[in-house]
């Protein structure tokens, strides 16, 4: 499926893919967000201690977040723009907003990178490159990757078939979050 076969449009800060007017007058199916400026990036990563994880820096150095499938799932960015009306208005959700209350059993190194709408869980990063979904309220692991790559890729390819071909969800809400492995692994 192609959610560029239902709409598109571009704004000064995004790309938008597939309307789905059955979530809402303004919603779009996927929201992929333009790369922020250089020094935004930098300023951001020197608010965490120990920086961005280096796969997560190269991500936004790209992408500045992502907003998939009717806001299932999100992956942060750096907003530039506060608007709520007009074309300004689709921003990333704030990575710094969301780091300012972490679970209370997180590492200095710990970051929340995305979340899961459904549950509310996040997905978390640290000092490699594995990131790992866990519940709004401890960052013990319930399912893992090895990469940032390897969980967008997979993710997409999951979630696609939870969806028909005008953005409208034919899967179960309990399929919208990865299901716990034995291991809490891929």
């Known amino acids: 499926m192609s959610a560029r076969s239902f709409g598109y449009k571009e ?12 979530v809402g007058a303004e919603a779009w199916f996927h929201e992929i967000f333009k ?9 951001v990563d020197r608010k965490f201690r120990g920086g961005l994880p280096s796969s997560f820096k190269t991500f936004l150095q ?9 806001d ?23 990575l710094l907003d969301v780091n300012q209350e972490l679970p209370a059993n997180a590492s200095d190194t710990t970051i929340l990178i995305g979340r899961y709408s459904y549950d509310g869980s996040n997905l978390c990063m640290g000092d490699g490159p594995r990131v790992w979904r866990c519940s709004s309220k401890s960052i013990r692991p319930l399912y893992e ?3 940032l790559e390897n969980m ?18 034919i899967g179960k809400d309990s399929q919208l979050v990865p299901k716990k492995t034995a291991r809490g692994r891929v």
């Not at 704004?11 to 059955?22: D, E, N, S």
């Not at 790209?62 to 009717?70: E, R």
């Not at 942060?76 to 709520?84: C, H, K, L, N, T």
């Open 11 to 22: 704004t000064r800060y995004a790309k938008l893919f597939g309307r789905v007017p059955h």
């Open 145 to 147: 990757w090895p990469s």
């Open 72 to 94: 299932t799932l999100a992956v942060f960015g750096i907003p530039v723009s506060y608007a709520r009306r007009g074309d300004d208005a689709y921003q990333p959700y704030s």
């Open 35 to 43: 790369s922020p400026s250089r020094e935004a990036l930098l300023s």
């Open 152 to 169: 967008i890729e997979s993710e997409i390819d999951r979630l696609s078939c939870l969806f028909d071909a005008t953005g409208h969800q």
């Open 62 to 70: 790209s992408v500045n977040g992502l907003i998939l499938f009717s």
